[in-house]
């Protein structure tokens, strides 16, 4: 029902009505940048510009309601100060419904206050129209008795004193509207005009920095051509002697690589007669050594002792080849011999 009865409300206001807080949002942040918010409020609490929706309360929007609210308080309390009233500034974790409270007092304190100056503009107007009586009368006054001398008859001191008390209230202050497009032309044109006076001052010092430019280079060029007169012979032989460094420099480099290369061979020459050196003390030392002799002896020695051993294991070999092939023979024989043997006849016998 509560829904239905805001629809209802919205479409009776008319449908832009839902984006009306969208555009007193953004006046409200241009009102605050005119009152200089971002240097008395942001810097001093090292916060973050407001955006132009920040207080918009919208579905589509990210919003987190406990900073919004710190920073409703914190430009509340800053605004109430501006206007002339003494508000100390709500800390983030004061209670909510007590800084409202204080901040509503401070904006009905304010509303009276208001009041009261405009009561007192409509009395002052109002001794003003009084005062404007005596003037008709007097302006009145000549034009029937032109003859007649106009004498005041108000004490100075008071009239003096009067003047100076609704001197203040006589001052008409017009409310120019920030978004007025004639304002914006006038700024244009002061901007103007305060670009083109000080392009004129800054045009006659730049022309005379100019003109002290071109004489100082002048003489720099000057000076610089005798100079290098002066110095032509040095210069000479300087470029000469850079010359002659180089070819230096190009010769002791060339001797430089031959004598790595014969360094390089150097080495290699010096490699060589250290390996014949050692295999001719090697070749010494076996030569003068009687080591070789000696194991040549064993070794002899040892070769005889097997020739022996060999030699037995020969002639067994042969004793036992030579006893196997009698036994064989002998076997042959017996066989040979029973073979050849008759039989007896069978028939005297019977």
Known sequence: ??????????????????????????????????????????????????????????????????????????????????????????????EPNATVSNILA???????????????????????????????????????????????????????????????QLRVTIRTDNKDWRIHLDQMHQHRDGITSSLRDTRSYLDKLQEDMGKTLEKVGSREKYINKQLEQLIQEYRSAQAKLSQAKERYKQASGGETERSRVLAEISEELEKVKQEMEDKGSSMCDGAPLVKIKQSLTKLKQEMVQMDVRIGVVQHTLLQAKLKEKSNMTRDMHATNIPEPAAGPLA
């Open 1 to 94: 029902m509560a829904e239905e009865g805001r629809r209802g409300e919205e479409e009776d206001r008319g449908p832009g009505a839902a984006h009306r807080g969208f555009v007193l949002m953004e006046e409200l942040v241009e009102k605050l940048k005119l009152l200089n918010y971002e240097e008395e409020v942001l810097v001093k609490h090292n916060m973050k510009s407001l955006s132009r929706h920040y207080f918009v309360s919208s579905p589509y929007l990210a919003s987190n309601p406990g900073e919004q609210f710190y920073m409703f308080t914190i430009i509340a309390a800053w605004l109430i100060n501006v206007a002339g009233r003494p508000f100390t500034e709500p800390q983030e974790y004061d």
């Open 106 to 168: 401070e904006l009905r304190a304010l509303e009276e206050a208001d009041h009261e100056e405009e009561e007192e503009e409509e009395e002052n107007m109002m001794d003003l129209e009084a005062l404007k009586l005596p003037s008709s009368h007097a302006q009145s006054e000549p034009s029937s008795k032109p003859d007649r001398i106009l004498e005041s008859t108000v004490d100075a001191a008071e009239w003096r004193l009067e003047v100076e008390r609704v001197l203040p």
